[in-house]
């Protein structure tokens, strides 16, 4: 079993930033798994985000949000992050972690384990 707990969502005015954590446990996780974000706006498909490698040194994301958004791990603390800047009303979503025992880049929405995920509110 594998938890993904989400937090650090909330409301905020374009332009502003937030940094969401998502702080993984339970028996079968692995500190080599592939971690990464989606998020699903109102009405609309889950989409992918962001992913980081296991060791933190790959890193991929959507056109949307690259040169704006980092994606991080401390894997000693079992904990990935997403730091959202310059944020803007159409990154409005619920924004879910997610987590895979698989190496490589994983576009689609198939991955192991998901959080419950976290609301993103971007006022203009």
């Known amino acids: 079993q594998v938890q993904l707990v989400e937090s650090g969502g909330g409301l905020v005015q374009a332009g502003g930033s937030l940094r969401l954590s998502c702080a993984a446990s339970?028996?079968?996780?692995?500190?080599?798994?592939?971690m990464g974000w989606f998020r699903q706006a109102p009405e609309k498909e889950r989409e992918f985000v962001a992913t980081?490698?296991?060791?933190?040194?790959?890193?991929y994301y959507a056109d949307s949000v690259r040169g704006r958004f980092t994606i991080s791990r401390d894997n000693a603390k079992n904990t990935v992050y997403l730091q959202m800047n310059s944020l803007k009303p159409e990154d409005t979503a619920i924004y879910y972690c997610?987590?895979?025992?698989?190496?490589?880049?994983?576009?689609?929405?198939?991955?192991?384990?998901w959080g419950q995920g976290t609301q993103v509110t971007v006022s203009s």
């Open positions: 997610a987590a895979d025992p698989r190496n490589g880049l994983i576009l689609t929405d198939d991955w192991g384990y």
């Open positions: 339970g028996r079968t996780f692995r500190t080599t798994y592939t």
């Open positions: 980081i490698n296991w060791r933190g040194g790959y890193t």
